[in-house]
């Protein structure tokens, strides 16, 4: 049987990736020119006095570079290290993150006109957490763990089957 952890979690740390690689370009293309010209978006920094504080975080790019590289860069690149290294924790990180991206983008729809790129990075939000949470259930089955020591009444009624399997097949003991 094909293992589906290891199919989402393929699909996960592209996505993870994608994401997380895409924001730090974001993020570096703000800190290397923070009007926004490298990244087309200069047209935008009258969009930002709308928000608190705007007189102080948004009268260039520099604080929404260090937030898209905070929120979006780096968690998406730490999840992808533990999905490879098999740790379940990178598949709870990776929840986090779509649901980060996907308040970001809920922000950025509010603030900014529609556009293209928010609309695809909204949907890959839901992608992303839906992704993770396969990953995650698919980890949890896969990695069931059982122990007799925690089951005390295990053949003390005869008139009683006990089996120990996941609705999948992952069957440690049958009893």
């Known amino acids: 049987m094909k293992s589906r952890y290891n199919i989402t979690s393929k699909l996960l740390i592209f996505f993870n990736?994608?994401?997380g690689l895409g924001a730090i370009y974001g993020?570096?293309?703000m800190f290397l020119e923070p009007d926004g010209h490298l990244l087309r978006m200069e047209a935008l920094l009258p969009y930002f006095e709308a928000l608190p504080l705007h007189e102080y975080l948004?009268?260039?790019?520099?604080?929404?570079?260090?937030?898209?590289?905070?929120i979006n860069g780096i968690p998406n690149l730490i999840s992808s290290y533990f999905i490879i290294k098999k740790k379940n924790c990178g598949n709870i990180i990776s929840m986090?993150?779509?649901?980060?991206l996907n308040l970001w983008i809920i922000i950025q729809l509010v603030i900014f006109p529609s556009?293209?790129?928010?609309?695809?990075?909204f949907i890959f939000s839901f992608i992303q957490f839906f992704l993770a949470f396969m990953t995650f259930v698919f980890y949890s089955q896969e990695h069931m763990v059982f122990d007799l020591n925690n089951y005390k009444n295990?053949?003390?009624?005869?008139?009683?089957a006990v089996v120990f399997s996941s609705r999948?097949?992952?069957?440690?003991?049958?009893a």
């Open 17 to 19: 990736l994608f994401i």
């Open 27 to 29: 993020s570096t293309m």
């Open 58 to 70: 948004y009268h260039d790019y520099i604080f929404p570079g260090i937030a898209l590289l905070l």
């Open 96 to 100: 986090v993150s779509g649901v980060l």
């Open 115 to 121: 556009n293209f790129l928010s609309n695809t990075y």
């Open 154 to 160: 295990v053949n003390k009624n005869l008139k009683k």
């Open 168 to 174: 999948d097949g992952y069957t440690k003991l049958i």
